[in-house]
């Protein structure tokens, strides 16, 4: 049991961190996930969460940006669980981090070690943000988020709906704009809504999502593609050459070496979860469809898979998923690795801007 003085220097560290993180978003409602570690900061407060979470706020552009934040950022974690590319790119940038504070601690001259890391850093921004004729890698990963956020947070769905979503959480201006504005006016809303989040899924399994998803798209040409909308997850798989029973399977079972990254001190729980999902066609809607209902033969709910912790720019905390029932001893550590995390990469980030890149 934590001395009176114990606590409060923890909360004092929630108040810092937590604060730091939500720094970053400018406007109320806005969220992000640092990734590595699943915590979401929401520039929100807890109070006026659980008045949207009862539908006892009016519903006006702030109900719609917090109740869509979370929805959103929630997709992205279950990308992290379900996907190559973005498992692959959380270990990379947690690698990353580590190396960076073990070099950072142990006081070792910058000229012994910053120029390598930042080539492999430089590498994996490079492969994170890859754009090209198309879609951008950033846009795929992004589109089933808003896709998905914008299902899982409404109960009621049109095209108008979805844009207008857009533009109150993200910008008419915004890269999430422009993407879901040329699909819907390329494909239509029942393309966009019911097959785009399965091809964006695909995508992020292949080593550039941005390329693997424009090719997808272009190879449909002047085609019908209203069979599309009715295929199941498996049909889908099969008709875009993908074998639907080796992609359901989750990323522990598919990769057993993540079992050994420190990254699987959080996500085990995540995987135990998501491995109940043994029927095909179940996991791939669960995972191709975040934001759906559960329902038929599934077993596991978006409500299962939610970012463990959330935190909120009053101090309140949550935690979700498999974690719902533990309290500030899995926060804090949480909340200080996210912070540092946070602080590494930017810090990475500027070095990375101030030193020429090495010629090859």
Same mark, same amino acid.
């Given at each position: ?19 730091? &993180? ?5 406007? +109320? ?5 640092? %990734? ?16 949207? +979470? ?24 279950? $990308?992290? #669980? +379900? ?16 190396? @960076? ?12 070690? &910053? ?15 890859? *754009?090209?004729? =198309?879609?951008? @890698?950033?846009?795929?990963?992004? @589109? $089933?988020?808003?896709?998905? =956020?914008?299902?899982?947070?409404? *109960? ?14 993200? =910008? ?8 879901? =504005? /040329?699909? !819907? ?28 998803? @424009? $090719?997808?798209?272009?190879? &449909? ?25 080796? %992609? ?5 079972? /598919? ?11 959080? %996500? ?7 491995? $109940? ?6 996991? #791939? ?16 709910? &978006? ?5 463990? !912790? ?12 498999? !974690? ?9 550590? #949480? ?26």
């Amino acid at each position: 049991m934590p001395r009176p003085d114990e606590r409060s220097e923890a909360v004092a560290r929630l108040r810092g961190s937590s604060r730091e &993180l939500i720094s970053r978003l400018p406007e +109320s409602g806005e969220a992000l996930l640092v %990734l590595t570690c699943g915590v979401v900061a929401i520039n929100e407060s807890y109070a006026y969460a659980k008045t949207v +979470s009862g539908f006892e706020a009016e519903v006006d552009d702030r109900f719609i940006r917090c109740v869509y934040g979370v929805s959103h950022e929630a997709v992205h974690m279950v $990308q992290l #669980l +379900s996907t190559r590319f973005v498992l692959d790119i959380a270990i990379e940038y947690a690698n990353l981090c580590a190396r @960076t504070q073990q070099h950072l601690k142990a006081g070792t001259p910058e000229k012994d070690w &910053l120029a390598g890391l930042l080539t492999d850093y430089r590498a994996t921004r490079s492969r994170f943000a890859a *754009s090209g004729p =198309g879609f951008s @890698t950033l846009q795929v990963l992004e @589109t $089933q988020a808003v896709i998905e =956020g914008f299902r899982g947070a409404f *109960s009621r769905y049109s095209e108008l709906g979805l844009a207008k979503t857009v533009q109150i959480a993200h =910008g008419i201006e915004s890269d999430y704009a422009e993407a879901i =504005g /040329r699909l !819907l006016a390329g494909f239509g809303f029942s393309f966009t809504f019911n097959v785009v989040p399965k091809l964006c899924w695909l995508a992020l399994h292949t080593p550039d999502p941005g390329k693997s998803f @424009t $090719q997808a798209l272009l190879s &449909l040409g002047d085609t019908d593609v209203s069979p599309l909308e009715k295929m199941s997850a498996c049909e889908i798989c099969d008709a875009f050459g993908a074998a639907p029973t080796g %992609l359901a399977r989750s990323m522990r079972v /598919r990769v057993p070496a993540v079992r050994d990254h420190a990254v699987h001190v959080l %996500l085990g729980d995540y995987f135990d979860v998501l491995e $109940q999902e043994t029927d095909p066609e179940a996991y #791939l809607q669960r995972v191709m469809h975040p934001g759906r209902s559960s329902g038929g033969e599934q077993r596991v709910a &978006l409500a299962d898979l939610m970012p463990p !912790l959330t935190i909120f720019n009053d101090d309140g905390f949550q935690m979700n998923g498999p !974690l719902k029932d533990q309290g500030w001893d899995a926060a804090d550590p #949480l909340i200080r690795i996210s912070t540092l995390t946070t602080q590494t990469l930017e810090w990475l980030d500027e070095r990375a801007d101030e030193m020429p890149c090495t010629p090859t």
